[in-house]
Structure formats: C-alpha cells, structure tokens
C-alpha cells in the first residue's frame, strides 16, 4: 500500500483553525510538539526562498543563535487536514495563536502551508535532541483519523520525528492500530530527502509483542548474514578498494544508527553500480534494505501491554534483547468505547464498571524494574515535554529492553480535548501520574538507576479529579461511595509516590527523609555480659 496518502484527503472537517500572530511568537515550538495531528508546523527558509512566495506569506527572523543566522522562520498550518481540537491554542505561552472560522482562513492560508512543504528542508541546522529542534525535523506521521485532541498520538508522532527513518513498528489491536492504518489511507510517510520512513505492521491484542520480537530476531538473523558477506568479499578482496573500505567502516559500526546511516550513504549506491558487472557482490545487494540499523518498537494502549497481551509482554521483559515498547496509557479500552482495564483506576467510572472501579491500577513501570536490567519511563508530555524526549532518546539509545509508558487522555475521560495538554500537568502536580526514567546504565556508573522528574505532590488530588466526568459522574451518583473509592486512589497515590521517591534517593537522602518522617530517635546503650550457667557442688550449697 503507498504510504503518506492521508496529506491527500483533506478532509475540511475544522469548524475553527489556528492563526499564526508572529509578531507575539517567541518560536519555542511547544505548538508543533502538542499538535495530535501533525497539521501545524514550524519552517525554516532562507530570504531568497520567500520572495517566491505566494501573497501575504508571513515570516520572521529565526531566533535560536548561530546555528538558524540568516534565516527566516514561519509557522504554518495544513489547513484542510486540522481537526480544530485548539490543543496548540491553549499551549502556546505567547498567546501567538487564536482560533479563527474556517471559512475565513482554509481557503487563504493553504497556499502558504503548501509552499512552506515543497521548500528543501533544513532540518540539519538544528539539533534535533532538543525540544525546539525536533519540531523541525518532518513528522512521518500525519493527517491520521483519531479523534480531535487525541492524546496517544504526539508520542508516536515524536518518535517518528527523532528515528523515523530507520523506525519498525509492530502495532497492537486498540486505537494506535485503527489512526495508525486505516484501510486505503496510510498516516506513515516518508522522508523528502531520504525517501525512507517507518515500517508498520498491525498484529492482534493477544499476540503483538511476540510479532514484535519475531520482526526483531528475524532481522538479526538476516544483518548477522549480511555481516558474514560482508566479511568475505572484503577476505577475498572481490570488490574496490573504495567499496572495502566502506565496508570495513559498516562493520565497524554495525549497531550505530547515526554513524552506520553515513557510512550507508555512501556505501549502498556504490554496491548498487559495482554488483551489476560483479556476481560476488550481487548476494549483498539483494539484501540492501538490512545494511541501515533499525530501531525496533513495540507500540500498543494499555488494554494490550497490562491485559490481553499482558503474557508476550512480560516475556519480552525478561528477553534482555534490544527492542523497545511504548504505551499508550489511556486507562481504558479506548478503541471498543472505554471499557474497563487493568489501568484503570479505583473510583472511575468505565463501560462494565458503572459504579466505580474497586481496586487500583496494574504498576507495569514498577513491574519492569523488577528485571533490573529494562529500562523504565513514565512520561506526560503535556507536564514536561524535555521529559518525554529524553525518555525516547534514552530508550532508543539503551542496548536491552526498554519500556515508556505514556499518559495518553482521551475524550471517553469526559474532557475537553483542548485541555489536553494541562490535563497532563495536572495529573503530575496531584502525584496522580508520575514522571520518572529507570535506567539501569546507572548502576555501572555508581549511581542510582532511579530519577524521579517530579519529586514533589503541588496539589490535592480533587483538583485533578473535578476536570473528569469519569469520576465526577460517580460524586453525583453516589456520593458516599465516591468519597471511600477516591479516598483509596488517594491513599494509593501517597504510598505509590513515596516508593517512588525512596527508590530514587542515595543512603544519606533517605537517612535525612526518615528523620524528617519519624523524628530523631536516641537511646542511651547499654552492655550485658552474661556467663554459662555453672552447677555449684553440694558442699558450696550446705555452707
């Protein structure tokens, strides 16, 4: 099936699209990164790009140092393809956004979108490891079918935007596989320069992970078989100095993605030309498509990872092999119309649970670490988006398993989509979601493997809680019995939070909390000296 073809269906379902003020821009991005749907972007160009530019095309000055000097920046939207959810309104700190009618702005402003597309990208300029850098790298997930707002999706879109091109993905049954490959459209693109973009596969509740792990170690088998190839046409000196040589530094950086990428950009149309006058070389050219590194992710809501597909999951857990898995925590099956799951919360009310669930959530992050040697991350991105980019890089980076668990709200939640993003930080200021990252590449370091990126409760968890229907439709119902139930999510959310916390202190910070929890506590010692016990003679009895 060709992929990208969802840039051509606009849809101009929007009642309301955003509108760029760049006069009030401070170009942070935050825009870009929020945004479910990929529609609106930030551009890079020169000043020779935009004197051919369509009418009324609006630019400033990139702002950002030596590395953007001399060029221009510009926010655009992809007017036909926005959904109108305003997440990036309510976002933006500058107030450089407002939502505007449709009828006024789509028909306008879509000329200036397409022009800003079809310019060269200058994604190089920038470094894409950070916030404001990734937004400028080509999102290769776009224009899909999840709902307005959708909070699943900015993870994915992240993690296309950082590894996309060397990006394998084995999809879960749930949302994430419905927005991610709906019949005859196809929201997984590829790079303008590159022409390489994500591989995606869908696979069943129950068995994704161990679709997943297959797609891993079939791919081992083929590059360990490449490698050997390789190793014999530069034995038997079968190929040009300049095409052993490349090889030599292929192998040389066989599991490096970013290195081996250069080393492939010279090396692979070098192989194409000389394997067509020499047979040796043909065996290594069939197999073209396994000479670049690929990044591994399984990707599935929390129906799949803490449910049905709870057993695979756990497996590739304990593999210890070089595969990634991200989660997207909606705490309900989404998908079917948000029935219950073993995310789901004590006090909410789901489609099965209508009076409230009795018992609190499955931990998966917790029960990862109990591996010790899986790297862990629980991620908000509307609470910290650093945090959430730096759990991806990190995870991607991390030679063994890893897993990211992300908070991912949904409309079946009883929210305004809009809020989206606050609803995130919200639920972190509470303690309801925790930000942390687990990495156990610490430890050979002499550090602590645990960082909590959010070490202190702000706020009472009623002020998280009062912003859903799914747990205020409960307060209305049964007061009494919302009272007991959320006071147990709450009394889980303490205990939960300090685990956290203890793990992620040295011996002297845990020292200096447990006084401050029980008081100093002092005693006076005292030494007892005791003897075997001696039988006195009788004669010593009768004195």
Not at 33 to 52: G, S, Y
Not at 180 to 204: D, E, F, I, Q
Not at 226 to 233: D, E, S
Not at 530 to 539: D, F, I, L, Y
């Amino acid at each position: 099936m060709p992929v990208g073809t969802t840039r051509f269906e606009r849809r101009g379902a929007a009642p309301e699209i955003p509108v760029w003020i760049p006069d009030n821009c401070t170009q942070c991005n935050y825009c870009a990164i929020v945004c479910p749907h990929a529609v609106i972007r930030p551009f890079l160009m020169t000043k020779k790009d935009i004197e051919t530019g369509p009418e009324g095309f609006l630019a400033r000055k990139a702002q950002g140092g030596a590395e953007v000097a001399g060029l221009q920046y510009s926010i655009q939207v992809a007017t036909m393809d926005c959904t109108g959810c305003a997440v990036c309104v309510e976002s933006c700190p500058d107030d450089a956004l407002y939502m505007g009618p449709f009828e006024d702005y789509a028909e306008k402003n879509l000329p200036h979108y397409e022009f800003a597309y079809a310019l060269p990208l200058l994604d190089d300029k920038v470094d894409k490891n950070t916030v404001k850098g990734s937004q400028f790298q080509q999102p290769l997930l776009e224009f899909h079918c999840a709902c307005a707002g959708c909070g699943e999706t900015p993870y994915v879109k992240l993690l296309t935007q950082l590894y996309g091109e060397r990006l394998v993905i084995a999809n879960a049954s749930g949302c994430s596989s419905v927005w991610g490959g709906t019949a005859t459209t196809h929201p997984y693109s590829v790079n303008k320069k590159s022409g390489r973009g994500p591989a995606w596969g869908r696979s069943l509740f129950e068995d994704n992970a161990e679709y997943g792990f297959g797609m891993l170690k079939a791919q081992e088998q083929r590059r360990t078989r490449l490698a050997a190839g390789a190793r014999k046409i530069i034995d038997d000196r079968t190929a040009s100095p300049e095409l052993q040589k490349l090889l030599e530094n292929w192998i040389k950086h066989f599991t490096n993605g970013d290195k081996c990428d250069l080393v492939c950009d010279k090396l692979l149309p070098l192989l194409e030309e000389e394997s067509k006058t020499n047979s040796a070389l043909q065996g290594l050219q069939e197999q073209n498509m396994m000479f670049r590194v690929q990044s591994q992710w399984l990707i599935g809501g929390d129906g799949w990872a803490l449910d049905i597909g709870a057993a695979g999951l756990d497996h590739v857990l304990s593999s210890g092999q070089n595969i990634n898995i991200m989660v997207l925590d909606t705490e309900m099956y989404s998908n079917t119309g948000g029935q219950s799951s073993k995310s789901t919360v004590q006090g909410a009310i789901t489609k099965f649970e209508p009076v409230g669930r009795e018992v609190n959530k499955k931990d998966i992050g917790f029960q990862a670490m109990q591996y010790r040697n899986v790297y862990v991350a629980s991620c908000a991105m509307g609470a910290d988006y650093n945090q959430s980019l730096k759990a991806i890089r990190e995870a991607e980076a991390y030679t063994g398993v890893s897993i990211i668990v992300c908070y991912a709200p949904c409309i079946d939640w009883g929210i305004d989509m809009k809020h989206m993003m606050d609803i995130q930080k919200a639920a972190v200021d509470s303690g309801y979601w925790q930000l942390y990252r687990y990495d156990p590449r610490m430890t050979q370091q002499g550090k602590n493997p645990m960082m909590m990126d959010a070490k202190r409760i702000k706020t009472k968890l009623s002020k998280y809680l009062n912003d859903e229907n799914r747990f205020k439709r409960l307060e209305r119902e049964n007061k009494d019995r919302a009272e007991r139930l959320q006071g147990g999510l709450n009394d889980w959310i303490q205990m939960r939070h300090e685990k956290a916390l203890r793990m992620s202190m040295d011996d002297l910070e845990l020292l200096d909390f447990l006084k401050k929890r029980i008081g100093e506590v002092t005693s006076e010692s005292v030494l007892i000296l005791t003897a075997p016990r001696q039988v006195m003679p009788q004669k010593w009895l009768e004195m």
